[in-house]
């Protein structure tokens, strides 16, 4: 067999994550999940939701980067990643300025 | 690592399947098929969020206090629940990964018995949401109307969802301190949020319960011995992706349908 040029498919992997980087994975979210729980008991007006859904883009990023191993991961995932972000917000762009602009118009 | 396809015998499937390179191409391949059908769920689950969004901007003294109905220590307990489940499944990878067999099937096991403990808390929710009256329905009631000063009009129309969440406000320590703010609240724009309550919570749990099936699967392969070749243990390691995924809507749903509210410590049960 001739040998054949590695494909992005074929990049070096060193497996999944230790039992002890996942305990320290689990112990970060924990940690983050116990501050989320304790700011929706505050009365924080309108800063609430930007602090709560702060704290829950940190951990998305933690379980994404660290438990779903996108550290190791090739650049097609995390292309794939992006372009699920970019399309995320595509979305909420287009739908919002839509929406929250209705008022301004006499329909 | 194999470089080469192996041959399949009889009942002993080939681990690296004819049209791959390797190995690597193959586990690689893999885990990119599951990201790709992530992506498609992070569309699906977006498009609920930012209808969510919308109405949530047009109506927030309304999805506050309706957020304020729920449960919160059902909804930390679920939390925690499934954070230990998501690492409870890291474990699982690693010990298939490592072809510790044993080690494969309880961690397994103990995913599938925090995410039926998820599922179980979710059901008491529900079942104490109904009892409450907390459900988005449009019937009405016919009631005496005893502040009107007509002597004809004596009867008015009201809405039986919008009786029920009033009654479970006023009992809120936030709402005994303010009953002024509960005035401001429109129960018919509240049962909007219920909706996407229901709506959210819902997928998520078709999500838990698919999951949960795949979980029972892997442990049927894992005490057939399929996972015994190593090498297999990027099977395990793609449902772990969907897995940490289902976390990961759970954390939008946190903040979004159960905090948003104005809880107190007061008022924790089951």
New interface residues.
């Given amino acids: 067999m001739s040998a054949q040029k590695p494909t992005v498919f074929e990049h070096e992997h060193a497996g999944p994550p230790s039992a002890a980087a996942a305990t320290m994975i689990f112990l970060a979210l924990a940690g983050l999940t116990a501050m989320a729980l304790m700011i929706g008991f505050l009365e924080l007006g309108a800063l609430k939701v930007w602090v709560s859904l702060g704290i829950a883009v940190v951990q998305t990023a933690v379980v994404g980067v660290f438990s779903m191993d996108l550290k190791q991961s090739d650049k097609l995932t995390w292309l794939v990643v992006a372009a699920s972000i970019f399309w995320t917000f595509l979305l909420f762009l287009f739908t919002l300025t839509d929406f929250l602009t209705r008022h301004y118009f006499a329909f | 690592m194999a470089t080469?396809t192996a041959h399949a015998t009889e009942g002993n499937p080939p681990i690296v399947a004819h049209h791959f390179?390797?190995l690597?191409?193959q586990?690689?391949?893999v885990?990119?098929g599951m990201?790709?059908f992530?992506?498609t769920e992070?569309?699906f689950f977006?498009?609920v969020i930012?209808?969510y969004?919308?109405y949530r901007?047009?109506y927030p003294i309304e999805f506050e206090a309706a957020s304020t109905a729920l449960n919160?220590l059902i909804a930390?307990i679920n939390?925690?629940l499934l954070?230990?489940s998501?690492?409870t499944m890291?474990?699982a990878?690693?010990a298939a990964?490592n072809g510790n067999q044993p080690g494969l099937k309880m961690w397994l096991a103990v995913t599938i018995l925090l995410g039926t403990a998820f599922l179980g808390f979710k059901a008491r929710e529900y079942y104490v949401d109904f009892e409450e009256g907390l459900v988005p329905s449009t019937k009405t009631a016919i009631v005496s109307d005893h502040d009107s000063y007509s002597v004809l009009d004596q009867h008015k129309t009201v809405s039986l969802f919008g009786q029920k969440l009033e009654h479970a406000l006023k009992e809120k320590k936030y709402y005994k301190e303010h009953p002024e703010k509960l005035k401001e609240v429109d129960f018919d724009r509240a049962r909007l949020f219920f909706v996407f309550y229901y709506s959210m919570t819902g997928l998520h749990v078709v999500h838990m319960i698919a999951g949960i099936g795949l979980l029972v699967w892997q442990l049927v392969l894992a005490n057939l011995g399929f996972f015994r070749p190593q090498e297999r243990?990027v099977y395990v390691?793609v449902l772990?992706?969907y897995w940490?995924?289902v976390?990961?809507v759970w954390?939008?749903l946190?903040?979004?349908l159960?905090?948003?509210?104005?809880?107190?410590?007061d008022h924790l049960h089951l």
């Fill in positions: 080469s390179n390797n690597r191409q586990q690689s391949s885990r990119f990201w790709l992530l992506v992070v569309l977006a498009g930012c209808a969004t919308c901007i047009w919160p930390g939390s925690f954070l230990t998501s690492f890291s474990l990878i690693r990964y243990y390691e772990g992706l940490h995924f976390e990961v954390i939008f946190l903040p979004l159960y905090m948003a509210g104005h809880h107190s410590a």
